[in-house]
Nanobody, 125 residues
Framework: QVQLVESGGGLVQAGGSLRLSCVLS????????MGWFRQAPGKEREFAAA????????YYADSVKGRFTISRDNVKNTVYLQMNSLKPEDTAVYYC??????????????????WGQGTQVTVSS
């Protein structure tokens, strides 16, 4: 049974930074491409960033490109999302997800096999 547990969310002022972490347990972490998605109140879930199994490939939504950085540590079974220059529109619940099938990265939520419970990020203006 795969479990994903996110942490690192919180309240931050606009222009500030946060680093989200997500630990995978129950399976071999390096077998999974990983992604971060987010869902703001009243909106659909949207893709934010993804990283391939060996970190060779990364991909970002245009809305976060240049401000967010995804990385992973295959020894610690952890994927990170470093978020800088945060804006109020970044306020959302952030979810990490694990994709067993993709050889690269995927922006499509239905491609992912497992999801975390989410962590709230709130950016005040």
């Amino acid at each position: 049974q795969v479990q994903l547990v996110e942490s690192g969310g919180g309240l931050v002022q606009a222009g500030g930074s946060l680093r989200l972490s997500c630990v995978l347990s129950g399976r071999t972490f390096r077998d999974y491409a990983m992604g971060w998605f987010r869902q703001a109140p009243g909106k659909e879930r949207e893709f934010a960033a993804a990283i391939s199994r060996s970190s060779v490939s990364t991909y970002y939504a245009d809305s976060v490109k240049g401000r967010f950085t995804i990385s992973r540590d295959n020894v610690k079974n952890t994927v990170y999302l470093q978020m800088n220059s945060l804006k109020p529109e970044d306020t959302a619940v952030y979810y990490c997800a694990a994709d067993l099938r993709s050889s690269g990265v995927s922006t499509i939520g239905t491609r992912y096999d497992y999801w975390g419970q989410g962590t709230q990020v709130t950016v005040s203006s």
